[in-house]
């Protein structure tokens, strides 16, 4: 029964360990400050929606911008995607704490193995309000999770 538990805890423990989040500038000096990633499922299943939820807050009001993502895969940048921060998240985005929230679905043929993703948001006269930096894990597949 002992080792029931232990390979129990062993399964669920990648689903709760918390993301380690690096500032692209080592001050950290953002007008965005971000505070938490989760990643659902985690790790990531090819060919499955994928939601990754940014906890942030901000001490001014935002109206509108973008949101720059680039994934690497052993240092060489394999994806990038640019997106109007409005439609990421209800703008305008008041002064405070607030979730920015994306979710896709990588392709089926997506290697498995360790992800970096870095995330830029900028304001609409092109200044970087925060960019961040972390490490995801994409799975095997349908050998990780089956539906």
């Known amino acids: 029964m002992g080792s029931l538990r232990v390979l129990a805890f062993a399964l669920l423990l ?3 360990c918390a993301t380690h989040i ?3 500038d080592n001050s950290g000096d953002y007008a965005v400050k971000v505070t938490d990633v989760k990643i659902s499922p985690n790790p990531v299943v ?9 906890s942030a807050s901000t001490g001014q009001n935002l109206s509108n911008g973008k949101v720059v993502i680039r994934v690497t895969f052993f240092g060489v940048q394999v994806h990038t995607e640019t997106h109007d921060l409005c439609e990421e998240i209800s703008c ?7 979730v920015l929230s994306h979710t896709q679905s990588l392709p089926v ?4 193995g360790l992800y970096t993703l870095r995330i830029t948001m900028e304001d ?10 972390f490490n995801f894990r994409i799975g095997f597949g349908s050998l990780v999770f089956n539906s």
């Not at 609409?124 to 930096?133: G, K, V």
Request: proline share 17%; aromatic share 12%; with cysteine.
């Open 92 to 98: 305008p985005i008041a002064a405070g704490k607030f």
């Open 14 to 16: 990648p689903l709760v």
């Open 109 to 112: 043929f997506t290697p498995p």
């Open 46 to 54: 090819p060919g499955k929606p994928t939601t990754f939820d940014i």
């Open 124 to 133: 609409d006269l092109n200044e970087q309000l925060t960019c961040i930096s």
């Open 22 to 24: 690096k500032y692209c």
